[in-house]
């Protein structure tokens, strides 16, 4: 019986991303213009106050479908470069937002091509729900290579699926490719080892429109918030101080 590696389970994985995976988790409930309409709003509330110089040369590492780097191009952006290992995904972004600098590679092959010294570096490195697919012992290599990549102001960005978030364990298990789980104090670790200026937030991923869904989230799931992280310090020896309501997080780190 033939026996299947890790690194080609991975590999086959990717080559198929979009048919085996895509297609029957981002798009179930979500047709492309409401997809790209959340990224909007994912963007404004999250990432705004990183992008202010539409100078930067960015770069996202998993750039997907290329929602992300349409939504820039929108905002004043045309330094945008992507990379996947999903040749389908990068032949979506392509055809759909008509974007050129997206070609599919691997991470470490690429910003080892784009290291200091060797060709022109990034002004911001970000990369949304990648740093868990990476194997936990090249975690440092990766942070690394994204280090000497970017510029000597540069910023990198990562989001992550949070493992303090009630439903952790389907975040963590939802895809064979995910190989670790951060929560705030753990990717707080792994950046520090690399940069000085690191900063940790939740991710937001309720966007109101209504007055009534404004009430509804702002006030009322605010207020049960509070209540329920009090019955957490009380009951849960220390708890109160997870961050159990937010699906994701990011951490923001300078090269300074």
Not at 231 to 239: M, T, V, W
Request: hydrophobic share 40%; charged share 30%; aromatic share 14%.
């Amino acid at each position: 019986m033939e026996v299947i590696s890790l690194t080609d389970l991975r590999k086959d994985i990717f080559q198929k991303y979009k048919k085996i995976h895509d297609d029957f988790v981002d798009n179930d409930a979500l047709n492309y213009q409401e997809r790209l309409e959340w990224f909007r709003h994912l963007f404004m509330k999250n990432y705004r106050d990183c992008f202010k110089n539409p100078e930067s040369r960015v770069l996202e590492i998993g750039c997907n479908k290329g929602y992300f780097l349409s939504i820039l191009r929108d905002n004043g952006f045309n330094k945008l470069f992507g990379i996947d290992l999903s040749p389908d995904d990068i032949a979506e972004a392509r055809k759909r937002f008509q974007l050129e600098n997206v070609v599919v590679a691997d991470a470490f092959e690429f910003l080892s091509k784009h290291s200091k010294g060797k060709a022109k570096t990034f002004d911001i490195i970000f990369a949304k729900d990648v740093l868990e697919h990476i194997p936990k012992h090249q975690l440092n290599e990766f942070l690394s290579k994204i280090k000497t990549a970017l510029s000597s102001n540069g910023t990198v960005i990562f989001q992550v699926p949070n493992m303090d978030w009630i439903m952790s364990p389907h975040e963590r298990y939802m895809d064979l490719t995910h190989e670790v789980g951060f929560n705030k104090e753990s990717l707080g670790q792994l950046m520090r080892l690399h940069f000085q200026n690191v900063e940790i937030k939740k991710v937001h991923y309720v966007f109101p429109k209504t007055w009534k869904q404004k009430m509804l989230f702002g006030f009322f799931r605010t207020a049960y918030l509070r209540l329920y992280r009090f019955h957490l310090k009380i009951f849960s020896e220390g708890a109160g101080e997870v961050w159990f309501e937010s699906r994701e997080i990011m951490a923001i780190g300078k090269n300074l």
